[in-house]
């Protein structure tokens, strides 16, 4: 004989299996080593704990449905009640049978999820059918279709509902969907209307512009083309073919002119580019008034310099800025010299800063008053409270008095 904790091998061959059940046989091997026939029965057993602890990962991972699980569960415990194998029979048993709580959890978590995913597919679909409303509201002709299409593709991908909403969600989407194609036809046949009294407008403003091609007032000319050109965006297109050669004429008549102002204006800018020069070393003069020692000097130095400033005459318009920027901050450097001369004679602001002088000197010598007085009453808190108050204040009255010497 041959045994071991889980089954033995009988004196005719037999081998048994032991359970909490008692013993079973499972299966024969007469004429053979027991040892060997005991070996054989085991490796089953090992293939069947194998296929077990298989099946507890993939429904640990959650690899495999709740259905697919169960049935598995159930396939593997038939063959192990059925088994020909040695081995503890129980255990996986019980294994098997400790599988079925997560099964059920997870059931339970795919319905959740399904339920999620029916929930959120009915705000995906809400949402498509309200943005669909919006777009059939409004006016954007050009993007609404394309938008209404890339909706439709977002609807087909999304799972169905059940049928009650998902009828009524379908029936607002297709709803908006055919008021703006009825509406976007309408607009498109209204604008073909316009687009013929368009040409009308627009020859009108290429034979005027065509007639201010020889003019030399600039500025009121300037003026007028920008009108023309306002007028001919608010007329609208007018069908393709015409408004490429009404847009010609207006163009060439545009260019022509301003063509011809902008050789004048290059003249011009010889000129004012000379000024450029002579500002820009003028400049260094005015900027050598700074730094600013006695204001009422500079101020009547600076006043005969801007006289010649004045004089000059213009610049080029994108170097106005910079040099504006130079001279600004001398006048204001002057001017707040001249300001600082006003605030150091000024009288309100030095009876002011006397008053607080006197304040904080009386505010001390009380403070020192308690002090003493505590300090014979034996109170010792009381009496540093207020050396410390005194002296935080004796810091104040420092820096009043400095600025009142400001003033003098």
Same mark, same amino acid.
């Not at 890339?150 to 297709?174: C, G, V």
């Given at each position: 004989?041959?045994?071991?904790?889980?089954?033995?091998?009988?004196?005719?061959?037999?081998? =048994?299996?032991?359970?909490?059940?008692?013993?079973?046989?499972?299966?024969?091997?007469?004429?053979?080593? &027991?040892?060997?026939?005991?070996?054989? =029965?085991?490796?089953? =057993?090992?293939?069947?704990?194998?296929?077990?602890?298989?099946?507890?990962?993939?429904?640990?991972?959650?690899?495999? *449905?709740?259905?697919?699980?169960?049935?598995?569960?159930?396939?593997?415990?038939?063959?192990?009640?059925?088994?020909?194998?040695?081995?503890?029979?129980?255990?996986?048993?019980?294994?098997?049978?400790?599988?079925?709580?997560?099964?059920?959890?997870?059931?339970?978590?795919?319905?959740?999820?399904?339920?999620?995913?029916?929930?959120?597919?009915?705000?995906?679909?809400?949402?498509?059918?309200?943005?669909?409303?919006?777009?059939?509201?409004?006016?954007?002709? !050009?993007?609404?279709?394309?938008?209404?299409?890339?909706?439709?593709?977002?609807?087909?991908? +999304? &799972?169905?509902?059940?049928? *009650?909403?998902?009828?009524? +969600?379908? %029936?607002?989407?297709?709803? @908006?969907?055919?008021? =703006?194609?009825?509406?976007?036809?309408?607009?498109?046949?209204?604008?073909?209307?316009?687009?013929?009294e368009a040409a009308v407008v627009k020859e009108r403003l290429a034979a005027e512009a065509e007639g201010?091609?020889?003019?030399?007032?600039?500025?009121?000319?300037?003026?007028?083309? !920008?009108?023309?050109?306002?007028?001919?965006?608010?007329?609208?297109?007018?069908?393709?073919?015409?408004?490429?050669?009404?847009w010609a004429r207006f163009r060439t008549a545009q260019d022509t002119f301003f063509g011809a102002r902008?050789?004048?204006?290059?003249?011009?800018?010889?000129?004012?580019?000379?000024?450029?020069?002579? /500002?820009?070393?003028?400049?260094?003069?005015?900027?050598?008034?700074? &730094?600013?020692?006695? &204001?009422?000097?500079?101020?009547?130095?600076?006043?005969?310099?801007?006289?010649?400033?004045?004089?000059?005459?213009?610049?080029?318009?994108?170097?106005? !800025?910079?040099?504006?920027?130079?001279?600004?901050?001398?006048?204001?450097?002057?001017?707040?010299?001249e300001d600082e001369v006003w605030e150091r004679s000024n009288p309100e602001a030095r009876a002011r800063?006397?008053?607080?002088?006197?304040?904080?000197?009386?505010?001390?010598?009380?403070?020192?008053?308690?002090?003493? /007085? %505590?300090?014979?009453?034996?109170?010792? /808190?009381?009496?540093?409270?207020?050396?410390?108050?005194?002296?935080?204040?004796?810091?104040?009255?420092?820096? @009043?008095?400095?600025?009142?010497?400001?003033?003098?």
């Amino acid at each position: 004989m041959a045994e071991d904790s889980w089954g033995r091998v009988a004196e005719d061959g037999t081998v =048994y299996v032991r359970t909490k059940d008692g013993e079973r046989a499972v299966g024969q091997w007469p004429d053979a080593d &027991p040892t060997e026939a005991l070996a054989f =029965y085991t490796r089953r =057993y090992d293939a069947l704990a194998f296929e077990v602890e298989l099946l507890e990962q993939r429904v640990a991972a959650g690899t495999v *449905s709740p259905d697919d699980a169960r049935a598995a569960v159930k396939k593997v415990t038939t063959a192990i009640d059925e088994a020909q194998a040695v081995g503890d029979l129980d255990g996986l048993r019980a294994r098997l049978e400790a599988l079925s709580p997560l099964v059920a959890q997870q059931r339970e978590k795919r319905k959740a999820e399904r339920a999620a995913k029916v929930e959120e597919a009915r705000e995906a679909k809400t949402k498509i059918a309200t943005e669909a409303e919006t777009i059939a509201a409004g006016t954007d002709w !050009r993007h609404g279709v394309t938008r209404l299409r890339e909706l439709l593709d977002e609807w087909k991908a +999304l &799972p169905r509902l059940d049928k *009650s909403s998902d009828d009524e +969600l379908w %029936h607002r989407f297709s709803s @908006a969907r055919t008021t =703006y194609t009825r509406h976007r036809k309408q607009h498109f046949a209204e604008l073909s209307s316009k687009r013929d009294e368009a040409a009308v407008v627009k020859e009108r403003l290429a034979a005027e512009a065509e007639g201010l091609v020889n003019s030399t007032d600039w500025g009121p000319t300037s003026g007028r083309f !920008r009108d023309l050109m306002r007028q001919w965006k608010a007329a609208g297109p007018a069908p393709r073919e015409v408004d490429d050669k009404l847009w010609a004429r207006f163009r060439t008549a545009q260019d022509t002119f301003f063509g011809a102002r902008d050789a004048v204006q290059a003249e011009e800018n010889v000129e004012q580019q000379a000024n450029l020069q002579a /500002k820009e070393e003028l400049l260094v003069e005015i900027e050598a008034i700074l &730094p600013v020692e006695d &204001p009422k000097a500079a101020r009547e130095q600076l006043r005969v310099l801007l006289d010649r400033w004045d004089a000059i005459g213009k610049v080029p318009r994108d170097s106005m !800025r910079p040099i504006d920027a130079r001279l600004r901050a001398v006048e204001q450097a002057v001017k707040s010299a001249e300001d600082e001369v006003w605030e150091r004679s000024n009288p309100e602001a030095r009876a002011r800063a006397e008053a607080t002088v006197k304040q904080l000197e009386s505010l001390i010598s009380d403070l020192e008053a308690q002090a003493v /007085k %505590h300090e014979s009453a034996g109170n010792a /808190k009381k009496a540093k409270d207020a050396r410390e108050a005194a002296e935080a204040r004796r810091a104040w009255l420092a820096q @009043a008095q400095q600025a009142l010497t400001d003033f003098s």
